[in-house]
């Protein structure tokens, strides 16, 4: 039973840190800067998830491997009047689009709500079978 209740954790804490991802994504969708003020135009990230948690060596459950960078193609606007713009005329922008990161939230949110209901779930059948050995 307290499997199946680290499973559900491990999916609340997966689906957090993708809605996390999905909020840097989400307000660095206009950084063209980085931290030192150079032009490098900010990369979306994606979680990627594996089976099983590394701490423990069990091999049920899920956690969020890595943050890898997303290497879709920035997006490219014809401004030859920015200080930015290539020899060509154009800026690089960011790969993030507001539609698919509203998806992949609503995604991760249905997510979270479904490991709370299996693991409410799954304390409603250990308060059963308690009962019944009292």
Known sequence: MFGALNIST??????RTRMEVITANLINRDSQL???????????????????DPATGSHSGVHVQEI??????????FEPGNPLADAQGYVE?????????MINAI????AYEANITAAEATKSMMLSSLRLLA
């Not at 491990?10 to 689906?15: D, M, N, R, W």
């Not at 995604?107 to 249905?110: L, M, P, Q, T």
């Open 10 to 15: 491990s999916g609340l804490i997966a689906q």
């Open 68 to 77: 890898a960078l997303d290497t879709s193609p920035l997006r490219k606007a």
């Open 93 to 101: 922008y960011p790969n993030v689009d507001l539609a698919t990161e």
């Open 107 to 110: 995604d991760a949110s249905r």
């Open 34 to 52: 980085d931290a030192q003020g150079n032009y490098a135009p900010y990369r979306r990230r994606v979680p990627v998830f594996a089976v099983g």
